[in-house]
């Protein structure tokens, strides 16, 4: 690809060979001529100049004979590129005769359908979607356009994926809740989950997450929420717009998140809690109360992270303290011995 074909696609400015041929993308430790990197640090400009690309994404001009692309997000600019040079394989359309189609499913003509996935009575699927071997889709679900369900999904009954939903292997949507109240013999009686689970717009969801589907109405991700593999949303949750939830964080019951939140790895939400916009929490940090929008929170009770970081600087000079207290306790007792004596 020509390097002006690149520059028109990322909106970025040429300095160099105008007639450069781009064939294929690299890493500052791996790229080779004719490649293209990115340049977003500037720590790491000298080993830029060292690589042997033909060209770098940089956000400024910098003194080296290789071509550059001047943009404004070169890491951005490089996804771009990389989705031109290497686009998501698909499964061409049609339906393998090794599926299972149920009654009254409606399927797009465009859709693609691997050998022993499953569909459930009802169902429908739009345009462009794919559905990859051994997915299992229950009953009376509604996928929309371009979406891509990978090997061995299960979307329970009355599943909702919107459009350009991503679903990776193994995921499971829309099991049961975890619902249950003691009966008069102080047994466990299941309270059963008639609700359903809905994936907003551009929603993806990593390998073998769970989210489960609400008691009643709807468990809700909305628009451009990523969700890392191995993550657990409850029941009746309302996950917002454009949110990040990373690998092991949980998500207990009726909880909601506003817009832009971020969950680190294996953090949780205590159930019924409420997360404003744009709010962060640290890895392995517990939030069992609301917290407003804009705060970024810490550790098991989340506090704010400015305390949070007070804290374990104090916890590790516990020890120190804690002779410090007891040489001052002898010290007093010594004291008052002698009053007591005097």
């Not at 993308?25 to 042997?52: H, V």
């Not at 951005?76 to 009654?103: D, H, R, T, V």
Request: hydrophobic share 40%; charged share 20%.
């Amino acid at each position: 690809m020509k390097i002006q074909q690149i520059a028109q696609m990322v909106g970025g400015q040429i300095v160099g060979d105008e007639a450069l041929d781009i064939t294929g993308l690299g890493m500052l430790d791996n790229a080779k001529t004719g490649d293209i990197i990115f340049l977003d640090k500037n720590k790491y400009e000298d080993a830029a100049k060292k690589s042997s690309a033909s060209a770098i994404l940089t956000i400024q001009k910098i003194e080296t004979e290789k071509t550059q692309i001047i943009t404004t997000n070169p890491k951005l600019a490089f996804a771009k590129i990389l989705a031109a040079f290497c686009p998501e394989p698909n499964l061409a359309s049609g339906i393998s005769p090794q599926a299972s189609i149920g009654k009254n499913v409606q399927i797009d003509e465009s859709v693609s359908i691997g050998p022993f996935a499953a569909i459930g009575d009802g169902t429908k699927i739009g345009k462009n979607t794919v559905i990859h071997s051994g997915v299992a889709i229950g009953i009376d679900c509604k996928i929309g356009s371009s979406c891509i369900v990978f090997p061995n999904v299960t979307l329970y009954r009355k599943t909702e994926l919107r459009n350009e939903v991503i679903i990776h292997a193994g995921a499971v949507i829309g099991a049961d809740g975890f619902g249950y109240i003691l009966d008069e013999q102080g047994k466990h009686f299941k309270i059963n989950q008639v609700g359903n689970v809905i994936i907003e717009d551009r929603v993806e969801i990593g390998a073998n997450a769970c989210i489960d589907r609400a008691g009643m109405g709807s468990t809700l991700i909305k628009e451009g929420t990523k969700i890392d593999n191995l993550v657990q949303i409850a029941h009746n949750c309302t996950v917002g717009e454009h949110s990040i939830i990373v690998s092991q964080a949980g998500i207990a019951g009726s909880s909601t998140l506003g817009k832009y939140n971020v969950l680190a790895g294996q953090s949780g939400v205590a159930d019924h809690v409420t997360l404003g916009d744009k709010v962060t929490l640290a890895a392995q940090s517990g939030a069992f109360r609301n917290i407003e929008s804009g705060e970024v929170y810490a550790g098991i009770p989340a506090v704010p992270a400015s305390k949070w970081r007070r804290y374990v600087t104090h916890l590790s000079k516990l020890t120190d303290y804690i002779h410090k207290i007891k040489k001052i306790e002898k010290r007093l007792t010594d004291i008052e011995n002698k009053n007591n004596q005097g």
